[in-house]
């Protein structure tokens, strides 16, 4: 079936280092992703979206990369800081601006 | 900076009591969502809406969920019938033309 889902529950990195999240989708007329912070307690946050006529796109720290070859997504996040440390959700946009979410990354920054 | 309110922050029914979750999307949003998430897992899609009707809504949203617009500021979910495994995070999104979904903080909903 259609699904969105990520290849490691937890992901642990030094402050100070690179991270990078993935995610495979199955769904190849996805067009539009989108990469959510959760922090605990609180609702997911946007962090970046990308649509499928890129491969890349950069924000603050964040850069999503898109692979519509082999159907994968991934975030990475330059100079790891504490305040990262959440879960990384990928979501896809389906018809009627559904988002279908992974099953989340739990990023943990060690000082 | 605007953002989507939720009340309550908890709340503990007794099974097959109804539930009313509420939010306050932001202001001229048009578009309106709710999700959930079962503790440990993925966020799950449930319903969709825009100008005053579902415009989706997933298997989960089953007859015993409603939701509702009453007053052009809040949107509530309903469900009629509480069971166990309705247990969850249930959170509020609300969106404008073109722009991404903005989530609430959530209500966890405790089933007893």
Known sequence: ?111 | EPEVTQTPSHQVTQMGQEVILRCVPISNHLYFYWYRQILGQKVEFLVSFYNNEISEKSEIFDDQFSVERPDGSNFTLKIRSTKLEDSAMYFCASEAENTEAFFGQGTRLTVV
């Not at chain 1, 990078?20 to 992703?33: E, L, T, V």
């Not at chain 1, 912070?37 to 990308?50: A, H, L, V």
Request: net charge neutral; aromatic share 8%.
């Open chain 1, 1 to 111: 079936g259609e699904s969105v889902g990520l290849h490691l529950p937890t992901l642990s990195v030094q402050e100070g280092d690179n991270s990078i999240i993935n995610c495979a989708y199955s769904n190849s007329a996805s067009d539009y992703f989108i990469w959510y912070k959760q922090e605990s307690g609180k609702g997911p946050q946007f962090i970046i979206d990308i649509r499928s006529n890129m491969d890349k796109r950069q924000g603050q720290r964040v850069t999503v990369l898109l692979n519509k070859t082999v159907k994968h997504l991934s975030l990475q996040i330059a100079a790891t800081q504490p305040g990262d440390s959440a879960v990384y959700f990928c979501a896809e946009m389906n018809a009627g601006n559904m988002l279908t979410f992974g099953g989340g990354t739990r990023l943990m920054v060690k000082p």
